[in-house]
């Protein structure tokens, strides 16, 4: 990475006797878009707390843009921040939550004004200057707050889960809208998340946070297909866990049930003996042997659940179930619970968990 | 159901009447000074003195100045704990209520002794300083109204929300106080102000023992000396407690509403 435009280095907090942040490191590169994703009480928002001069750091440090800020005021800082519970200021119309930040920065009154109207333009609200936030809906006011975050042109963004409070329908629409205005404005940004579909979709990169650390950060796709813990392989993503035995370390041979599958090069000094936790992504298995796959395991239909265009089915393969969805096809009838079916996948997706 | 109503409909005649009983009755002998006839008399002797006007304008000037103390002391006060210290607000509300249960007289004793000339604070010394100490026991009176009045309204907005969405935009505290946080509660506010209005337009015990020339003594001497001023006078005094509310349910129209819970 070119010189990070945000560098947060080893980083703690604690409360107490209770540490809720411990050694967390991360650069964020220009423009760059990163979620923080977790369960919640994993630390992802007091990291952001701290990055916006909320909370003070037990350890370490902040930088950005090359300066020390771990010890600056929230407004000293030059960042823009919206908030889960939107926090527009319930006595001021919308224009002037919007240009609030301007106005606190001695801004000009005509200055003041076009810029309120090019974030009103900007997130396509123009003719709700007037309105007070209780006249809006709750999609209208995050994308105030919004407009009011980015209006004093902020070096960095934070989104502590701004989508968390909307309906499913405004969250996919305003997630992307977001992720539109990011991009447009180039501005580096920090967005909370607990929901793994939000991060996957809108993130450059995404921290995994677990426990008050990081336990990977990545691309979503690296995330997605290459976790690099049992959590992280957990959390994003729908993941079958079989537990297999090895049976042969040197030529990678796992027994899983009664049936044997190959890992070559997978294994990371397991030892022959070993108990092993491997992970299959739904969409890597297929019901029946199919061509370009090497594997293959033989069980029990278990459930079946038609959700019209997709078949969800679960198939138990010893002390095992594995869960995988075939699209419908109204020429093939679904399967049926108790009867004998084979899945099968490439050994080249199957992880083993560490 | 209809037994309940009845009951209902009896309890209720039996509460109008004994709050309007006595109101019709002092109205009825108020206007009964001209002998025969009922007439305003009373209130135009009342409204024409210049002791009326003289006392009643230097307890409204003590009054403003009374509310004026109690928000600058009250509405930071009741900010911080809310924002920063939540676990202290036990403690100032049990101080705020001192005053209920503390009588005036020995607030006021207590005053005279640490304020008088002899002392090194010689507040008891000129008038102005006389002045400025019954302020600030007035202040000291409506607290427990003011408090809560500024906490009730401060519970009905997300102080800790704001006042970081206000921080992280640039403002000071100065700012996020006059700008964020007191029009929010404004309504709040001014329902604490009209409530200490209405202690130190009536409060008798202070004003008369620090020896000021204010409506409460006025009232009392007005009571010993005379028969139909005093009913006219409490009309009067009624008229102005029951303006005060009205304005609070009008200005309260005006209030913010907050973005979640549309009112």
Avoid at chain 1, 185 to 203: K, P, R, Y
Avoid at chain 2, 198 to 219: D, H, K, Q
Wanted: glycine letters at 8%.
């Amino acid at each position: 990475m070119a010189e990070p435009f945000l560098s947060i280095q080893h980083v703690r907090k604690s409360f107490g006797a209770t540490t809720v942040v411990e050694d967390f490191n991360l650069d964020v590169a220009p423009g760059e878009f990163v979620s923080f994703l977790g369960p919640s009480g994993c630390g992802k928002t007091t990291v952001l707390r701290m990055v916006a001069g909320f909370e003070e750091p037990s350890a370490g440090k902040i930088v950005v843009s090359g300066k020390d800020i771990t010890r600056l005021k929230p407004n000293q800082r030059n960042i823009g921040m919206v908030f889960q519970a939107y926090a527009l200021f319930p006595n001021l119309t919308v224009a002037q939550n919007i240009g609030f930040g301007l106005k606190v920065a001695g801004m000009p009154r005509a200055a003041i004004d076009s810029r309120v109207a090019e974030m009103l333009d900007i997130i396509r609200l123009p003719q709700m200057a007037d309105r007070y936030p209780y006249q809006l809906s709750g999609g209208q006011q995050q994308r105030i707050a919004l407009a009011r975050a980015i209006a004093p042109k902020p070096k960095l963004l934070l989104l502590d889960e701004p989508l968390s409070a909307l309906d499913a329908k405004v969250r996919i629409s305003l997630r992307e809208e977001i992720r539109s205005i990011q991009k447009k404005l180039g501005i580096t940004t920090i967005f909370v998340t607990h929901d793994q579909e939000e991060a996957l979709s809108i993130s450059d990169r995404i921290a995994v946070m677990y426990g008050g650390k990081a336990e990977q950060v990545g691309t979503p796709f690296e995330i997605y297909n290459r976790p690099a813990t049992k959590f992280v392989a957990n959390f994003v993503g729908t993941l079958n866990v079989l537990e297999g035995k090895v049976t042969d370390a040197a030529s990678g041979k796992v027994q899983v049930n009664t049936q044997e599958v190959s890992l070559k090069g997978k294994l990371n000094g397991s030892k022959s003996g070993d108990t092993l936790s491997l992970a299959l992504r739904p969409e890597a298995i297929s019901l029946g042997r199919q061509p370009g796959h090497d594997t293959s395991l033989s069980g029990e239909i278990a459930e079946v659940h038609f959700l019209g265009s997709v078949i969800r089915v679960r198939v138990g393969i010893g002390g095992n179930t594995v869960s995988l969805d075939t699209f419908n096809n109204s020429a093939t009838p679904p399967p049926v619970v108790g009867e004998k079916a084979d899945i099968s996948f490439s050994s080249g997706d199957m992880l083993v968990l560490h | 159901m209809k037994s309940g109503r009845f009951w209902a409909w009896v309890v209720f005649v039996l509460g109008a009447a004994y709050f309007f009983i006595p109101l019709i009755a002092t109205i009825e002998f108020s206007l009964r000074m001209r002998r025969g006839v009922y007439s305003l008399d009373a209130y135009k002797v009342v409204l024409g003195d210049s002791q009326f006007q003289a006392t009643f304008m230097f307890s409204v000037v003590v009054a403003i100045f009374t509310i004026l103390l109690g928000v600058l002391i009250v509405v930071p006060t009741a900010y911080w704990i809310r924002l920063r210290m939540p676990q202290i607000r036990p403690i100032v509300e049990f101080i705020t209520l001192l005053p209920l249960v503390i009588p005036a007289i020995v607030i006021v004793f207590g005053y005279i002794r640490m304020y008088g000339s002899n002392s090194p604070l010689p507040f008891l010394a000129t008038n102005p300083g006389a002045n400025a100490l019954l302020v600030i026991g007035y202040a000291t009176l409506a607290l427990p109204y003011m408090y809560r009045a500024v906490d009730t309204g401060l519970r009905t907005i997300d102080v800790r929300t704001l006042t970081e969405a206000a921080q992280i935009l640039g403002a000071g505290w100065g700012t996020i106080i006059s700008r964020v946080i007191l029009p929010n509660v404004l309504i709040a506010v001014l329902s604490g102000a009209f409530l200490t209005f209405a202690i130190v337009i009536g409060e008798f015990t202070m004003a008369s023992l620090l020896n000021r020339p204010a409506f409460g003594p006025y009232l009392q001497n007005l009571v010993a000396n005379r028969a139909y001023e005093p009913a006219a006078l409490s009309i009067i005094a009624f008229v102005i407690t029951w303006g005060c509310m009205s304005l609070i349910q009008i200005l309260s129209r005006f209030a913010p509403k907050s973005a979640n819970r549309p009112n």
